[in-house]
């Protein structure tokens, strides 16, 4: 077990939930989490993992669902019933032991071994993501940097050697490469995540901006920086185009357009006499 995937503490100790508890964890980690878990709650694990990392920094050893739930960003309903689908009910008018739900999520996300990453571009973004310390903390160890650039080839990235793309299958095989992350221009991204197919790499992380067509069995997650700040955008607009017409009701003057040109206001009183 990875010794840095959860505080100290989060392995599974009875403490004082008592006899029946320690059987049932027992067996939970024999057996495993339960299959079935909506892909929704799924997606909101890792959210309820970082807000109890930092309720354990913070030496808080339990924790009520509404203050977990807010520390989260979501309802309280919500975060019982998908802890529910861990088996995790939490105590009456205790809540629930931190380090040990801690260990239960990280448990049922696969957390609680070291998962090797190989990195498909080391441009900026395959450097920054090399550079990022949270892999380790969270269980992930970056096996290998690849790229076709000779000239970044043999260069050191976050104490690691760049190799040339053509040995994918090779260090895939050699580290036993669980996740592969592309961080390659989109123009190559395709031909990376099919070699990476191939060599048995079934869970892939996509930053190249365009969709990857892979066969059944295979997980993509495309995280496209470029859609966000689109939607931002979206939001900010909304939100200035609303800002004059609330100017309109609380001063005199001339209003702005969007395209930058002054009109008169028009007041109740002058709309009145029209």
């Known amino acids: ?25 027992a067996e939970e980690e024999m057996n495993g989490p339960a299959d079935g878990i909506p892909e929704a709650t799924v997606a909101r694990l890792p959210i309820y993992l970082r807000a109890l ?10 924790v ?21 689908h861990l088996g995790s009910y939490g105590i009456r008018g205790v809540g629930y032991d931190v380090d040990y739900l801690v260990y239960q999520v990280s448990r049922t996300l696969g957390l ?4 090797p990453v190989v990195i498909v571009g080391a441009g900026n973004l395959g450097r920054a993501l090399a550079n990022y310390g949270g892999f380790v903390s969270r269980g992930f160890t970056i096996a290998a940097m690849l790229d076709s650039d000779t000239a970044i080839v043999g260069s050191r990235i976050a104490r690691l050697t760049v ?18 992350v592309i961080a390659a221009p989109a123009g190559s991204a395709q031909a990376v995540c099919d070699r990476l197919v191939s060599a048995g790499v079934t869970s892939i992380l996509n930053f190249a901006p365009l969709v990857l067509s892979v066969p059944e069995g295979v997980d993509v997650r495309k995280v496209d920086l470029s859609i966000e700040l689109q939607i931002l955008a979206f939001h ?3 939100r200035s185009a609303a800002r004059p017409a609330d100017a309109l009701g609380s001063s005199g003057g001339n209003a702005e357009t969007p395209g930058g040109r002054s009109t ?7 709309a009145a006499k029209g």
């Open 64 to 84: 009520a669902s509404e203050e977990l739930a807010a520390a989260a960003g979501v309802n309280s309903a919500k975060l019982r019933k998908d802890l529910s």
């Open 1 to 25: 077990m990875h010794s840095n995937a959860m505080p100290s503490g989060a392995s599974g100790q009875a403490g004082s939930y008592g006899r029946a508890e320690a059987n049932r964890r």
């Open 236 to 238: 900010a607009q909304r």
């Open 112 to 115: 609680t071994q070291d998962w």
């Open 264 to 270: 008169p206001r028009v007041t109740s009183e002058l």
């Open 53 to 62: 990392y930092g309720l354990a920094e913070r030496g808080i050893s339990t």
């Open 163 to 180: 190799r040339h793309v053509d040995e994918l299958e090779d260090v895939v095989a050699r580290h036993n490469v669980a996740i592969g």
